[in-house]
């Protein structure tokens, strides 16, 4: 598996996206969201995306050139329109919305519809963590988990995200699907030929699998049953009634070129912990669940893992697939 450095394959990258059809301002945004999920050790929603992305702008399914705008504002609550374009330029303006609503209302919310992948969801809580406040975010995502005691996928795999500053350390990173897993391993999984443990997917018949395609065909199992798919229903709903997103069973499968356009949700809310207790109040608190929480000798704080391995990429670079890499380099030629 070649190692890139990280500026080539930033570059490398990037071009591919705009000889699909990417302004380069949209191309660059989602670059770097997938390169921080790369780093980390994500690479379901690395570069990964990269030919899948290139595929549905080329069919017509997302337009790369769209700009995203502020299609409402009201009091703290705002709703961006993505415009059927690339996801991540219009989360972004939905975190600088919700961060200007946080700092003049102690609270912010932004939902984003006409959407697309939004890749790691914990990506987009970033610059919330550095300007010391709370992010939470949401998204669906096509059909992929069955309503609880049915068969019929509705449900997105509907990551949640949610990030807490430190003071003297990263923050605490939480990124979850409501999936046992999150879909993209098994896209990764079928791309590589290997088999998935049981209790990840079931088949078209509601039956579990270790076959990847049968499994992306099928359902994904939710994570805790019940109550993930609970979950997945509160996240549905969250990210498209307040703004007129598609619900998952509306759009079609990401991992097809052919389809409709997405028009999926996210939704992020951004919390001033100033405007509430106080930041020392809300750093002495954090600060000693989190050390209860050390002192039993086996526990791991969530993000910690992931943002080691993001310093070792930015010193040694990305592993990357060798059929991966060639179709970005086809893509870029």
């Known amino acids: 598996m070649p190692n890139i450095p990280l500026i080539e394959l930033e570059a490398l990258s990037i071009k591919a ?11 660059a945004s989602t ?12 690479a379901s929603h690395g570069v990964s995306r990269i030919p899948q992305y290139a595929g549905h702008m080329g069919a017509g399914r997302i337009d790369g050139r769209a700009q995203a705008k502020l299609l409402r504002q009201h009091a703290a609550v705002s709703i961006i329109d993505a ?7 219009a989360c972004d ?20 519809t006409n959407s697309y992948h939004a890749g790691a969801a914990i990506y987009h809580l970033e610059a919330v963590a550095k300007a010391n406040m709370v992010g939470l975010a949401f998204s669906n995502s096509p059909a992929a988990i069955a309503a609880w005691g049915g068969k019929r996928p509705l449900f997105g795999t509907n990551p949640l995200a949610a990030i807490f500053p430190r003071q003297h350390a990263h923050p605490l990173a939480i990124d979850l699907a409501m999936s046992e897993v999150a879909r993209g391993k098994l896209m990764v ?9 049981l209790g990840w997917a079931m088949d078209e018949a509601g039956e579990p699998t270790t076959d990847p ?11 805790g049953g019940v109550k993930g798919s609970m979950l997945a229903l509160t996240i549905e709903l969250l990210v498209t009634a307040l703004c007129g997103a598609h619900l998952g069973f509306e759009a079609d499968s990401f991992f097809d ?7 999926i949700g996210q939704l992020f809310i951004v919390i001033d912990p100033a405007a509430m207790g106080g930041m020392d109040v809300f750093h002495e608190r954090s600060e000693t669940l989190i050390a209860a929480m050390l002192a039993d000798g086996g526990v791991r704080l ?6 080691a391995n993001a310093a070792k990429a930015e010193k040694d670079g990305i592993n990357v697939p060798e059929a991966l890499l060639k179709q970005i380099r086809d893509l870029a030629a």
């Open 31 to 42: 670059v770097n969201a997938l390169l921080y999920a790369d780093k980390q050790g994500t």
């Open 17 to 27: 996206l705009q000889r699909a059809g990417a302004s380069e301002g949209n191309a």
């Open 93 to 112: 303006l939905a975190i600088h919305q919700a961060m200007i609503a946080a700092r003049a209302y102690g609270i912010g919310l932004a939902s984003v």
């Open 257 to 263: 070129v052919q389809g409709n356009k997405p028009r």
């Open 189 to 197: 999984a079928a791309k590589e030929g290997k088999a998935i443990p």
């Open 83 to 89: 415009a059927d374009g690339l996801a991540f330029p």
């Open 213 to 223: 395609a049968k499994g992306l065909k099928g359902s994904m199992a939710p994570t």
């Open 302 to 307: 969530p993000g910690v893992r992931r943002y």
